[in-house]
């Protein structure tokens, strides 16, 4: 069965330091890999996929194929980076998309 | 452009009632879908749609309806609302079939109480 797991719930961190949010799945094909964010009062939205190999806000992830992770990391946490984040799998040539738990990332001052 | 409205924002029902979320978007988007968020479970897919007249179970599509006659409106219906519904509910849509899931639109959501 598909499954992603994020297994932190809350991640505090100081501004400035580095940050790194874990998303592991599993999945017996091979998936389309997202990062969602929900900033306060804010809508859910999109900040990268895997396919595009992108750099949001200065966030990356890479999909371990071999370790069926694709943690999302950033050098150096802003206070603006606060928010919730949703790590998320499609199934290939799917219709529907898979979330995680979710992990709320508080960036301190 | 609105994007995707949802209405209401919040809502409270008593166990047994009926009612319909509203969906729209204004993007002549083909995919739509609804999700419902719980704390420690993420958003779950229930219901989506590829077009109009076409509609398909997600994850959790248990005691809600969903019809598309049009490509703007997607409406959720809860035939007999029951406590274990009460959550916030997110409508989304995306532009494209072949990317169904990526970049998704997603809607301000409504919170939804069953007494």
């Known amino acids: 069965a598909q499954r992603v797991t994020q297994p932190e719930k809350l991640l505090s961190v100081f501004k400035g330091a580095p940050v790194e949010l874990k998303c592991n799945y599993s999945y017996s094909g091979s998936p389309e890999l997202f990062w969602y964010v929900q900033y306060s009062r804010q809508r859910l939205q999109l900040l990268l996929r895997?396919?595009s190999r992108e750099s949001i806000k200065g966030f990356t992830a890479d999909l371990n194929k071999g370790e069926t992770s694709f943690h999302l990391k950033k050098p150096f946490a802003q206070e603006e980076d606060s928010a919730m984040y949703y790590c998320?799998?499609?199934?290939?040539?799917?219709?529907?998309?898979?979330f995680g738990a979710g992990t709320r990332l508080f960036v301190k001052a | 452009n609105a994007g995707v409205t949802q209405t209401p924002k919040f809502q409270v029902l008593k166990t047994g009632q009926s009612m319909t979320l509203q969906c729209a978007q204004d993007?002549?988007?083909?995919?739509m879908s609804w999700y419902r968020q719980d704390p420690g479970m993420g958003l779950r897919l229930i219901h989506y749609s590829v077009g109009a007249g076409i509609t398909d179970q997600g994850e959790v599509p248990n005691g809600y309806n969903v019809s598309r006659s049009t490509t703007e409106d997607f409406p959720l219906r809860l035939l007999s609302a029951a406590p274990s519904q009460t959550s916030v509910y997110f409508c989304?849509?995306?532009?494209?079939?072949?990317?169904?899931?990526?970049?998704?639109?997603f809607g301000p959501g409504t919170r939804l109480t069953v007494l």
């Open positions: 989304a849509s995306s532009p494209s079939l072949t990317l169904a899931a990526d970049t998704q639109y």
């Open positions: 993007m002549n988007h083909e995919y």
């Open positions: 998320a799998l499609r199934n290939t040539g799917g219709f529907k998309t898979i």
């Open positions: 895997h396919i």
